[in-house]
């Protein structure tokens, strides 16, 4: 079981030259837990997570692991605890399944040290994670989307961090890969305890998936907890400009968003 730690965003302000993205959030992130970051396009979700991730350096306010500021955290010792799949990341052109998952490894070895056994063990075991071994020594370029996909979290897998930051992981996969994708995700935190902060569009699978849910308009968030708690009608309103129902997902149990649109059709 991955160690906990505690991860807290003290009014953060930050953005991209002179245009405030973010307007002083404040969160905890639960430890061991799978928490969904959503909001309508533009509301700032992956500004929000590369700010976390020390990608961005915040206009104001704090950002802590474990109570010490990231900024004071060295680059390579943060990665041994925090790894990030950022969105789209690019494919280095030739390189194989392994060699690519392999990277991973980067933040545990020094420039006098070669591979040791510890990082082929890693390695494999990330590959094995995310059902990829068999595509070991094929090049990335062979695969699917679905299947890159679960190479670059493999990658991150090999990193063998604590907390694990995803940045809309799903995106542009059919629902099938996306479902598949998740699906790994959730037995990744549940065996391990791996803490996992994705942003995530599909608003169902967010429910559906996350322990816990941060909710973002124009910056800021608005509401926070329980999938229960956050994604009821007049917050989907609110948020996204919806008309919709919230039921009860009949498989899972968690909220379902239907949509009411202005011409449905009734037998």
Not at 14 to 26: E, P, R, S
Not at 126 to 138: K, Y
Not at 158 to 178: R, S
Not at 206 to 217: E, G, K, N, V
Request: contains cysteine.
């Amino acid at each position: 079981m991955k160690p906990t730690h505690t991860f807290q965003a003290d009014h953060v302000v930050t953005g991209y030259d002179n245009n405030t993205v973010i307007q002083g959030v404040d969160l905890d992130i639960p430890s061991n837990k799978i928490s969904v970051i959503i909001g309508a396009n533009g509301c700032g979700k992956s500004t929000l997570l590369k700010t976390l991730s020390k990608l961005i350096k915040p206009t104001s306010g704090i950002i802590t692991l474990d109570g010490r500021p990231i900024s004071k955290i060295p680059p390579k010792q943060l990665a041994r605890v925090l790894g990030l799949l950022p969105q789209s990341p690019i494919v280095p052109e030739g390189i194989t399944v392994a060699d690519l998952v392999g990277r991973g490894r980067f933040p545990h070895q020094s420039l006098l040290s070669g591979w040791s056994k510890k990082d082929y063990e890693a390695v494999a075991e990330a590959m094995r994670i995310m059902d990829i071994t068999e595509f070991a020594n094929h090049n990335i370029d062979e695969l699917s989307g679905g299947q890159r996909q679960r190479v670059w979290i493999a990658m991150a897998l090999a990193q063998q961090t604590d907390i694990l930051f995803l940045d809309e992981p799903t995106t542009f996969l059919d629902i099938t890969y996306q479902v598949e994708i998740l699906d790994l995700l959730t037995d990744l935190n549940r065996k391990y305890g791996t803490t996992i902060v994705m942003v995530l569009h599909d608003i169902n699978l967010s429910a559906r998936y996350a322990d816990h849910i941060f909710a973002l308009q124009d910056g800021k968030l608005v509401v926070e907890g329980d999938p229960s708690k956050v994604i009821t009608s007049t917050i989907v309103k609110e948020i996204f400009g919806l008309d919709c129902t919230v039921i009860k997902d009949p498989i899972s149990g968690s909220p379902l968003v239907i949509p009411i649109g202005r011409y449905h059709r009734v037998d």
